[in-house]
């Protein structure tokens, strides 16, 4: 089992009396409620971060369109006349 560490944490009464609430109807304490919180905070930073990295890197990088090259910028603005 992993060794645990005691904080201490100040909530308002009324926050702290509906969480009790909550923690009796799912048969768990306060304390391991705050835990649960936190390793999913935990686990959505590092998901977070890993996306934001991967995005940043590909921005740097470029994206692969695989669109045919125009052959110069007159070419993109060409327009064609309808008689």
Do not use: W
């Amino acid at each position: 089992m992993a060794v645990k560490q005691s904080i201490t944490v100040a909530i308002e009464p009324g926050l702290l009396k509906k969480a009790r609430a909550v923690a009796v109807r799912r048969g768990r304490s306060v304390s391991a409620l705050l835990a649960d919180e936190l390793r999913e905070l935990v686990a959505d930073d590092r998901a977070y971060v890993a996306a934001h990295r991967n995005a940043v890197s590909m921005l740097k990088t470029g994206f692969a369109l695989e669109g045919a090259r125009m052959q110069d910028r007159t070419e993109a603005h060409a327009t064609r006349r309808i008689r």
